[in-house]
C-alpha cells in the first residue's frame, strides 16, 4: 500500500502501529469496478465545427473521430452557457453548479430546469473523481497548457467559490498529494518575497521537493524523468500557443509529450490511475477569433488524445473519455463571403490561407503593441499570417484592440477572418449548444449526456460512489462538534486555520491543507480542509472527525 498524501511519513512516526491502523480507514472494497484506468481528455471551448476544420487541415481523420458515442449537454446551474469553472466542475463531480465556482454545490439562483439545491448542498465542497481514484489508492494526474490553477484543471483538484481564488487552488493542489502535476503557474508555487505570487509567504516549491517530489521545467528534464511524483512546471504562468512554442519557448514540451510521459509515470502503479489532460488553449484560440491558433492547438489536443488511446488499447483496462466543456467562438465553416459560391469552396483554396499562417494573433499583438500603426499592423500581419491587408483593415484592428484592452489581440481575428478567409465567427465569447463525446474502453458511455453524467460514468468505471466519497471527505465541521466549539481563526487572514476543542483535546487544521495539529503532533489527512465564506462553514474530512474523538470505527467504504 503507497500512502499518497505529501505528509505520508508523519502519521506512522507519530502515531505507531496501532493508530496507524485506526486511521488509515477502510480499504475500500471495490464493486467489480469496469476499469482499472480512466483518463479524461477535454478540448476547453470547441465543437464538432472546429474539429471539422481541423480535420480537413490534417488531410486525414482526428484520433478521436472513430469514437464519437454521443453528445455532451454543457448547461450549467445558473445559465445555459456554461464557464469553464462550473463545467468542468459537473465533469469532475456530478454536480451541475453556478458560474465560476470549482467543485463546489451551486447557489440557489438556479435557472428553469435545474432544481433550486438543498441548503447543505449549496456552496459546499462536493467531492472529484480524481479525490475518488487516490482514496482507492491509485495513482493520479493533471496536465494542462495553461497554468495548473486554471479553472478546468482546478476543478478536479480544489474546491472554492471563485476560479480567480488561484492561491488557494494551488495550495490545495499541493496538498492533494497527486503523483503528476504538468503545465504552467510555476510563480504560485512561490513567495512574493522570492518574485512568485504566493501572498500566503507559503514556499510550496521548496516544500514539494522536501516531500520528495522531483521539479522539472523543461521538456529534456521531462524526458529523463522515469519513475516517482513530479511536478512539471514549465512557465511561470500559462505555457505558450502550440504555433508559437518552437520558435518562442522550444524548451517547453507538447501536450503530446506531457500526456505521454503522464501516462508512463501513472501506469507504473499496480491499482492503477486517473489522468486528467485538458488541451487548454483551443479556448483562448476561439476567443481570440484566431484559425491559426486553433489548428495548432486543436491538432496539438489530437495527438494527445492519440497517446492516450494508444496506451488503452495496448493495456484494455482503461476508459478513455474526450470532449469539450462548452465551445466558444461561435465557430462555422462558412461565412458571409462564402454564401453562394460553394462550387468554389475546394478543399486547398479553402485552406490556403490557414497553410500560410505562422503565428498567433497573440503574438502579432505582442510584436503590433509596442508600435500601434497602421504600417506595423499591415507589416506584422504581412509575416505572421501572409495577408497582403489594406489601410482601413489595419485601421480598424487598431481601433478595436484598443476597446478590447487586455485581450487586443481578438480584433485581428475579427477583423480579417471575414475578408480573407471563408471561416466566421459569432462571438468572442462562449455558446451553449451540446458537444461531441467521444469514448473508448471499458464502461464508455453512449448517446447524450449530462455534463455531470461524465463523473459519474467515470467513478462507476473505478468502482466507487461519489456521493459517498463528498460524506467521507468533506464533513461539515460544526456539525460534527455541537458538543465542541468549532472557531475560524484568521489571525493571519493569508492563512486561515480551524480550530476546533472537542472531548477534551484541541485540534488545529489549516484551511486548503491536508493536515490536523494536536498537541505537538501533526497528521496528515486523506482530504484538503475547506473554508467557505459565503456561508462560513469549514469542511473537514471525517477522518479528522475521528481522529479528534480517538474512535474507533473504520472510515466508511467508497464503493457503491
Ligand atoms: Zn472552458
Known amino acids: 500500500m503507497r500512502l499518497k498524501s505529501p505528509l505520508r511519513k508523519w502519521p506512522l512516526l507519530v502515531l505507531g502501529i496501532a493508530a496507524a491502523v485506526l486511521f488509515a480507514g477502510g480499504s475500500p472494497a471495490q464493486a467489480a469496478p469496469k476499469a482499472k484506468n480512466v483518463i479524461v481528455l477535454i478540448a476547453d471551448g470547441c465543437s464538432a465545427e472546429q474539429y471539422t476544420f481541423a480535420r480537413w487541415f490534417k488531410g486525414a481523420p482526428l484520433s478521436f473521430d472513430p469514437y464519437r458515442v454521443g453528445a455532451v449537454q454543457t448547461y450549467i446551474a445558473d445559465s445555459v452557457i456554461a464557464d469553464s469553472a462550473p463545467a468542468a466542475s459537473a465533469f469532475a463531480t456530478g454536480v451541475r453548479t453556478s458560474d465560476k465556482f470549482i467543485s463546489v454545490g451551486p447557489h440557489p439562483d438556479t435557472i428553469s430546469g435545474v432544481p433550486v439545491p438543498p441548503e447543505d448542498l449549496r456552496y459546499r465542497p462536493v467531492a472529484t473523481v480524481l479525490e475518488g481514484a487516490r482514496l482507492l489508492k491509485k495513482s493520479t494526474g493533471i496536465v494542462a497548457t495553461s497554468r495548473v490553477t486554471h479553472a478546468t484543471p482546478a476543478a478536479y483538484v480544489a474546491h472554492t467559490v471563485s476560479r480567480s481564488n488561484e492561491n488557494d487552488i494551488m495550495e490545495q493542489a499541493v496538498y492533494q498529494g497527486i503523483d503528476v502535476v504538468f503545465g504552467g503557474g510555476r510563480r504560485l508555487l512561490i513567495p512574493k518575497e522570492l518574485k512568485g505570487q504566493r501572498v500566503d509567504g507559503a514556499n510550496l516549491y521548496e516544500a514539494l521537493k522536501g516531500w520528495g517530489y522531483q521539479i522539472v521545467e523543461n521538456r529534456q528534464d521531462l524526458e529523463k524523468t522515469g519513475s516517482g511524483r513530479v511536478f512539471g512546471m514549465f512557465a511561470p504562468s500559462h505555457m505558450d500557443p502550440e504555433i508559437d512554442r518552437s520558435r518562442l519557448h522550444p524548451d517547453q514540451p507538447t501536450l503530446e509529450e506531457m500526456t505521454r510521459k503522464a501516462i508512463e509515470l501513472l501506469s507504473r502503479d ?291
Not at 476567443?287 to 492516450?308: E, F, G, T, W
Not at 476508459?319 to 467562438?329: E, Q
Open 270 to 560: 499496480p491499482d492503477g490511475f486517473f489522468l486528467m489532460v485538458e488541451g487548454s488553449q483551443v479556448d483562448w484560440a476561439c476567443h481570440a477569433n484566431d484559425p491559426a491558433y486553433l489548428l495548432s492547438d486543436l491538432l496539438a489536443y489530437d495527438r494527445a488524445v492519440a497517446a492516450a488511446l494508444d496506451f488503452a488499447k495496448r493495456d484494455g483496462r482503461t476508459l478513455v473519455l474526450a470532449m469539450s466543456d462548452h465551445n466558444t467562438g461561435g465557430f462555422s465553416i462558412g461565412n458571409q463571403a462564402s454564401n453562394g459560391i460553394y462550387p468554389q469552396m475546394k478543399v486547398e483554396a479553402f485552406l490556403d490561407p490557414f497553410r500560410k499562417m505562422q503565428a498567433s494573433s497573440v503574438r502579432m499583438w505582442e510584436l503590433i503593441a509596442p508600435d500601434r500603426t497602421t504600417a506595423r499592423v499591415k507589416a506584422v500581419v504581412k509575416e505572421g499570417w501572409a495577408m497582403d491587408i489594406a489601410d482601413e483593415d489595419a485601421q480598424q484592428i487598431l481601433s478595436l484592440a484598443a476597446s478590447y484592452k487586455d485581450s487586443a489581440n481578438q480584433a485581428i481575428g475579427e477583423v480579417l477572418c471575414p475578408k480573407y478567409t471563408y471561416v466566421g465567427w459569432t462571438t468572442h465569447g462562449h455558446c451553449g449548444g451540446d458537444v461531441p463525446l467521444h469514448a473508448f474502453g471499458p464502461g464508455k458511455p453512449s448517446g447524450v449526456l449530462a455534463a455531470p453524467d461524465i463523473a459519474r460514468v467515470c467513478a462507476d468505471a473505478m468502482g466507487f460512489d461519489l456521493h459517498k466519497l463528498t460524506q467521507r471527505l468533506f464533513v461539515p465541521a460544526a456539525q460534527a462538534f455541537t458538543d465542541g466549539r468549532v472557531t475560524m481563526d484568521q489571525s493571519d487572514p493569508a492563512n486561515p486555520v480551524v480550530t476546533i476543542t472537542a472531548a477534551g483535546k484541541t485540534a488545529e487544521l489549516p484551511v486548503n491543507q491536508s493536515r490536523l495539529k494536536m498537541g505537538e503532533r501533526m497528521y496528515a489527512l486523506e482530504g484538503v480542509v475547506v473554508y467557505v465564506p459565503n456561508t462560513d462553514k469549514a469542511y473537514i474530512p471525517l477522518q479528522a472527525v475521528q481522529m479528534i474523538r480517538g474512535a474507533r470505527t473504520a472510515l466508511p467504504k467508497i464503493a457503491p
